[in-house]
């Protein structure tokens, strides 16, 4: 292939690479919080990962596993982070309200939400539920939930992890660039030894425009790993 036009397909793909868009499949469903107490229990799932800005389902399963059992009251509260930092409330679900809902033996109540996460999210989302309950008989016997706290669902920094594609795609396309630089450069000194003038003058131009590029890739390499190591440590 002709050197001329290698070098202009190389340049056009370092190019396309940092522009193209990446896909993102759906991820599978997980339990978040699974707790058995006092002949109840209470289990909470969702996607186990998901993008800014979607729409998601979270599931709420309860089960007795006692006659006259009335739950007084579930709630649950689910914040994500903003920019994977600020602490933000995006849901407050009531699954049951007061005066409550009475269960018996083995008996279950299901129910599923759709919960929006904010647009400029990154990292997880975090859950607190709050519950009470009864059991009757001979003495009426009181349970409390007072606020447990889990990790939900994660959500994705597609910014960044574009980023890191780009930086693999830039740094492939780097090493192949600079492989025909190679190239180019021995023709270079093979033809100026044998002094043709008109070839070496071509060639010499080709030759400090890869130059430029190459430090201008070098240089978006760095910016990229000082971007990916700024990510804040702490949520809370």
Known sequence: ???????????????????VPRAYSQTTTKTFYNY???????????????????????????NSSADNLRVKYLYLVIYDFQSGKA?????????????????????????????????????IMYGEVFCEWVIKGTVTERY???????????????????????????????????????????TYWDLKVNKTSGIETALSNARLAMIILVVTTVFFIATTLY??????????
């Open 87 to 123: 602490k933000k409330l995006i849901a407050n679900l009531t699954y049951i309200k007061l005066p409550g809902y009475e269960l018996n033996y083995n008996q279950t109540l299901d129910k599923s939400y759709g919960v929006t996460i904010s647009n400029d999210a990154w990292d």
């Open 1 to 19: 292939m002709n050197r001329k036009k290698l070098v202009t397909i190389s340049i056009i793909t370092l190019l396309a690479l940092a522009i």
């Open 227 to 236: 971007l990916m190591v700024k990510k804040p440590k702490e949520y809370w």
């Open 144 to 186: 409390e939930i007072p606020g447990h706290g889990f990790i939900m669902t994660y959500v994705r920094n597609v910014e960044m992890e574009d980023l890191k594609q780009q930086l693999d795609d830039v740094k492939a396309a780097y090493d192949e660039l600079l492989n025909n630089y190679t190239k180019l450069n021995q």
């Open 36 to 62: 058995t107490q006092a002949n109840l229990t209470i289990e909470i799932m969702g996607p186990e990962e998901a993008n800014p800005g979607d729409n998601i389902t979270i599931s709420i399963h309860v």
